[in-house]
């Protein structure tokens, strides 16, 4: 069974910084992955950052470019999403999700095949 369990999250000041982990089971990460999303209330899910197993490479949505950096520990079956200079901005649930892969061609957010419990971040001005 594909779980993924986001943690991490909480109220930090404007400036401030936090790091989310995504802890998963039930599949093999080298085959996937794993995105960051978050969703601000009233609003939809947005694509924040990405990992490709295969290649490592990563992906990031405009918003966080330069803030935000993703990485991932495979010998704990852990993602990481560091967030600094945190602005209300970024105030959302932010959740992992597992995909086939990052981006479809146009570079759009690949839509997971499976979501993650999100973490509650609040970003305090």
């Known amino acids: 069974e594909v779980q993924l369990q986001a943690s991490g999250g909480g109220l930090v000041p404007t400036g401030g910084s936090l790091r989310l982990s995504c802890a998963y089971s039930g599949f093999s990460f080298d085959d996937y992955a794993i995105g960051w999303f978050r969703q601000a209330p009233g609003k939809g899910r947005k694509g924040v950052s990405c990992?490709?197993?295969?290649?490592?490479?990563?992906v990031y949505g405009d918003p966080v470019k330069g803030r935000f950096s993703i990485s991932s520990d495979n010998a704990k079956n852990t993602v990481y999403l560091q967030m600094n200079s945190l602005g209300p901005e970024d105030t959302a649930v932010y959740y992992c999700a597992v995909a086939r892969r990052c981006t479809y061609p146009n570079g759009r957010f690949y839509y997971p095949d499976h979501w993650g419990q999100g973490t509650q971040v609040t970003v305090s001005s």
């Open positions: 990992i490709n197993a295969n290649d490592g490479s990563t």
